[in-house]
């Protein structure tokens, strides 16, 4: 999926043989890719295959973990110190690089050395929520590309306004946003909701406001958003949005047996089994079923989901059904009531949902 998304945008025609490229993943912590806390280092093989194949050979994977991990053990534990014997990339540590001052909007930062010395920078980030900022994507990513006392300084300075001038200080070329797997509240993982989607593009702000949509956010909500794009970092505003989707959700093959999505937890485990109360999933794609998860936990967060009149249904089961259900997606057209889309975005399932409510 990342190289074919990469081949697509056309960025091997600005790559040379001695352009210095920096992966930027996020590893905020030791916790694997399938928690919901970190980039997948498949999705890490992908870019760097890539690369390789455009002939680019000086590649690093750069990132400083939170201030209570250290950044190696969370290359190891990921996956990445086997990632970079592999392929032969270099692992760099950003608390272990010196710090720039730069300074922009009223507000002095200090910058790791190297990840402002680079010809090309890549932003990996995880698609995931947070518990001050609600989402993490591109933007906050940038964060891991701080020393750890300036991380602390962040959050006493309430995180949105100096993530948004760090990513004035720190542009990216592209962002791969991993959104295959990621948590549905908090950056350190523990509620793993898969979505299996990537996206890509230029424009970190207009790609994360986008993003939010995905989590049932509108792009308002998420002051960091707000405030890059009044510091011209990029764009907030959808209407501006050009999209190209590669790929839809799979069909179940005849005669065989349903597969469930691995995100969906046991019955009475976890704070997802109350939202899996909620939804009646047969044969669902992840995207689908990932997407109404999302929604259901906005409007738990609004106080609104003991009002829902009763399951909402979802997947490819629901073909051809015709009654008195609400559904999610494309499968579910046939109920009487249903929000379309293949998938649909969390933020359009909320919509409907509340609709639902009566709220």
């Known amino acids: 999926m990342a190289k074919a998304l990469l ?15 920096l992966l930027k993943p996020n590893l905020v912590t030791s916790n694997p890719a399938a928690t919901g806390a970190t980039t997948t280092a498949e999705l890490v093989a992908g870019v760097i295959e890539f690369l390789k194949e455009c002939g680019v050979s000086r590649i690093t994977i750069g990132e400083g973990s939170w201030t209570g991990c250290p950044t190696e053990k969370a290359f190891r534990a990921c996956g990445f110190q086997s990632l970079s014997r592999r392929y032969g990339v270099p692992l760099l540590d950003f ?30 980030p995880v698609l995931k929520g947070h518990c001050q900022t609600g989402m993490t994507c591109a933007l906050k990513n940038l964060k891991g590309c701080i ?3 300036e991380k602390r300084r962040f959050h006493a300075l309430g995180l949105h306004r100096p993530i948004a001038v760090l990513a004035s200080l720190l542009p990216t070329h592209l962002t791969l946003v991993d959104a295959l797997c990621g948590d549905l509240t908090f950056e350190e993982g523990g509620t ?23 989590m049932g956010f509108r792009p308002e909500q998420i002051e960091h958003l707000r405030l890059a794009a009044c510091l011209g970092v990029g764009q907030s505003d959808l209407a501006n949005l050009r999209l190209t989707e590669m790929g839809q959700p799979q069909e179940q093959q005849q005669g065989q047996p349903a597969e469930q999505p691995q995100g969906r937890p046991a019955v009475g485990r976890g ?33 609104l989901l003991a009002k829902l009149p009763g399951p909402v249904c979802v ?28 998938p649909p975005t969390a933020g359009a399932i909320l919509k409907f949902l509340r609709t639902l409510t009566d709220a």
């Open 95 to 124: 608390k272990r690089d010196s710090a720039r001052r730069l300074s922009a909007h009223g507000l002095e930062i200090r910058v790791c050395e190297q990840a402002l010395d680079t010809d090309f920078f890549i932003n990996l």
């Open 315 to 342: 997947g490819q089961g629901f073909k051809g059904t015709a009654g008195e259900g609400a559904g999610v997606g494309a499968c579910t057209r046939g109920l009487k009531r249903s929000v379309p889309g293949c």
């Open 7 to 21: 081949g697509s945008s056309g960025v091997q025609r600005e790559l040379r043989p001695d352009t210095r490229v």
């Open 271 to 303: 704070p997802l089994a109350r939202l899996a109360g909620h939804a009646e999933a047969r044969a669902a794609c992840s995207a689908c079923y990932g997407s109404l998860l999302h929604a259901l936990q906005r409007l738990s967060d609004q106080g």
């Open 147 to 149: 020393p750890d006392e």
């Open 192 to 214: 793993p909701v898969r979505l299996d989607r990537m996206l890509l593009g230029r424009d970190p702000v207009l790609l994360d406001s986008y993003a939010a949509g995905l």
